[in-house]
């Protein structure tokens, strides 16, 4: 008798927004620590969609994906691949970290997912996360600045999410001194993301600056407490802040993806009196499973509108 295949071939057809896609491998399992597959992955994106698209709307993103789940190699994909059916929003960006003119006239192809199909289309590829730049493109696809800044809080062991939650309440303080307003989200793995929206579009020079500026304050006011320095020695019971994420070739996990972490995690906004309290208790904040976040969105909704 033939073996068994470990993984069913199995195949669907079905209608997403007026759109006939393929599905494929169903049942197989892409977080092996819990047996989630890639049908309830899916089933995921689909029932967030909501409130994650118009957060990837403009902006190119970057996949990263585990055909065979996490336990296996996973691999960064920028260009649309090949085979990208035709209806899917492209833009084409230079290769620079600035995002302006290139030497050599490189240029990347990148998906926006700006539509439910286009979102099913990358999950059916085994992409778990979702990465874009905290700049953004017209409609006719050049880059127009950055609507955003971003500062990364990565907890240095022993230090975890308890430690992020101390810190953000500072990072919150130095962004309110400079005028703007910052927007918590988990970062689905270790740490917190924050993030300060913009009334206009600045150059990635200039927010990595201002960025930047806020974490070396603040390595220097709390040397026992935070890092701006990236070397991992130097990171130990610290939380680095990376302000390196608003460079112009650098991208952050979008709020609402899922992480490629051992059990399935979400990258999850939360309000301020979350933080304040997982600054409080080492047990008062957690990062979310893909089933509390849909409860969340039900009975808050986009926390990070």
């Known amino acids: 008798m033939p073996k068994k295949p470990e993984h069913p071939q199995t195949e669907v057809h079905v209608d997403v927004e007026g759109r006939t896609m393929r599905l494929t491998n169903l049942q ?40 065979h789940g996490v336990g296996d190699m996973s691999f960064f994909e920028k260009n649309a691949p090949a085979g990208t059916p035709s209806w899917v929003r492209t833009a084409e960006v230079p290769t620079t970290g600035s995002r302006g003119p290139s030497r050599h006239g490189d240029t990347l192809v990148f998906p926006i997912i700006d539509q439910l199909p286009t979102l099913v289309w990358a999950v059916n590829l085994a992409a778990l996360e979702l990465h874009v730049h905290q700049w953004t493109v017209d409609d006719d696809g050049e880059p127009v600045g950055a609507d955003r800044i971003v500062i990364d809080l990565d907890p240095g062991e022993p230090a975890g999410l308890h430690e992020c ?130 409860a969340r969105v039900e009975e808050y909704g986009d926390l990070f509108s």
């Open 28 to 67: 197989k399992v892409l977080y092996p620590s819990t047996g989630t597959t890639k049908g309830e992955v899916l089933d995921y994106y689909v029932r967030v969609a909501p409130v994650l698209i118009p957060h990837l709307v403009g902006r190119p993103v970057t996949r990263i994906r585990w055909p």
């Open 165 to 294: 939650c101390q810190v953000a309440l500072l990072v919150r303080e130095a962004l309110a001194e400079r005028g703007y307003d910052a927007l918590p989200v988990t970062s689905g793995s270790k740490g917190l993301h924050l993030y300060a929206p913009l009334a206009e579009a600045l150059p990635s020079s200039e927010t990595s600056e201002i960025a930047k500026e806020i974490a070396e304050e603040l390595a220097a006011a709390h040397p026992q407490q935070v890092t701006a320095t990236m070397t991992k020695a130097r990171r130990r019971g610290k939380v680095f802040l990376d302000w390196s994420q608003n460079a112009g070739s650098k991208t952050t996990v979008a709020p609402y993806s899922l992480r490629g972490t051992t059990r399935p995690q979400v990258a999850t906004p939360i309000d301020w009196d979350e933080v304040a309290a997982g600054a409080d208790d080492p047990l008062g904040l957690e990062q979310f499973s893909p089933s509390q976040v849909l």
